[in-house]
């Protein structure tokens, strides 16, 4: 892969977690954290006219293009007071995750709401701007350097594990650097994983300390690939590898895998919760002695009794 130079273009793709139910619980409003991104989004405009941008918004529900805008999406009023690019952006990211937010209130007020509801699908909108970036960079002859930046306020989805690996390392392969700003809760295990492999940042801001988001971004997320080669990026000490399993969303140091579906759970099951496959299970015993006779003659040989269980399809 060539080297980046500073006159090369960037791509960047912002993701952007409007799950209600997530930011309903967060001490930062989700207006005020739109009006930083917005802001952000603007310096990144500035700083070259060659620069492009996507911004993808998801929720629960689904995963909608909020900009750049479709054929059929109404023209918006001219504002000689304002660039261009700046005024169609901020029309356009605001007015869709209103539009998303509108139709989400319904979920809000559910008091019998589950865990699934303050999750956000998003390797679905991951894919999306893979999608994205890839078509992008077919179109064009010039050298683009991509990057997305995931604003994220949901918790992980221990479901969407093996959709979500699959898009990092599909990003790991395109060259694309994932960046990621936590805005609430725990840290995700699975964006800090998306963030180490792909070579991007992944930020923990603290809003309830009057962390400010926008400066954490401007400082960490503004520069490109070829100014990152010059400065000191923060880093995690402790990553998080581990997998969740899917029964009772949990970490686990060691876990069984689905043969079908290759999802994880801390304990045997008879039946995939995913898949729903039947397993049949087979112990196979060997006793001691024939143990000696098998390994008579090796350097290892000696009294044991090994039991093992496999799991195999019905």
């Known amino acids: 892969m060539s080297e980046p130079l500073e006159s090369d273009p960037s791509l960047l793709v912002v993701v952007l977690d409007v799950n209600a139910s997530s930011w309903a619980k967060s001490p930062l409003t ?20 060659e620069n492009g941008l996507a911004v993808l918004a998801c929720n629960r529900r689904e995963c909608r293009c909020l900009y750049p805008p479709s054929r059929a999406s109404p023209a918006i009023e001219r504002d000689i007071r304002v660039y261009e690019q700046f005024r169609v ?13 509108s139709g989400a209130e319904d979920i809000v007020g559910d008091p019998n709401k589950g865990i699934e ?6 390797s679905q909108a991951l894919s999306k701007a893979l999608c994205h970036i890839h078509r992008v960079s077919e179109s064009t002859s010039a050298k683009v350097w991509p990057r997305i930046l995931v604003l994220s306020a949901a918790d992980d989805s221990p479901r969407e594990y093996i959709a979500l690996m699959n898009t990092i390392f599909a990003a790991q392969r395109m060259g694309v650097l994932i960046d990621i700003c936590k805005v609430f809760g725990r840290d995700s295990v699975f964006l800090q994983q998306a963030a180490e492999i792909t070579g991007g940042n992944y930020l923990k801001v603290d809003t309830a300390g009057h962390e400010s988001m926008l400066q954490t971004l401007m400082f960490t997320c503004l520069a490109d690939h070829y100014t990152r080669e010059i400065l000191v990026s923060p880093t995690k000490e402790m990553i998080d590898f581990r997998a969740t399993c899917f029964c009772h969303k949990r970490v686990v140091d060691i876990g069984y895998v689905c043969s079908v579906c290759l999802s994880i759970f801390c304990q045997v099951a008879p039946i995939c919760s995913t898949c729903q496959t039947k397993f049949s299970f087979r112990i196979v015993r060997a006793d001691s002695a024939q143990i000696n006779g098998n390994l008579k003659g090796s350097p290892r040989s000696g009294a044991a009794t090994v039991a093992m269980s496999t799991l195999s399809l019905a």
């Open 30 to 49: 989700v207006g005020n954290a739109l009006q930083q991104m917005v802001i952000f989004i603007n310096a990144y405009l500035a700083l070259k006219s």
């Open 89 to 101: 952006v901020d029309a356009r990211v605001l007015a869709g995750v209103q539009a998303m937010l």
């Open 117 to 122: 509801e303050c999750q956000t699908p998003m």
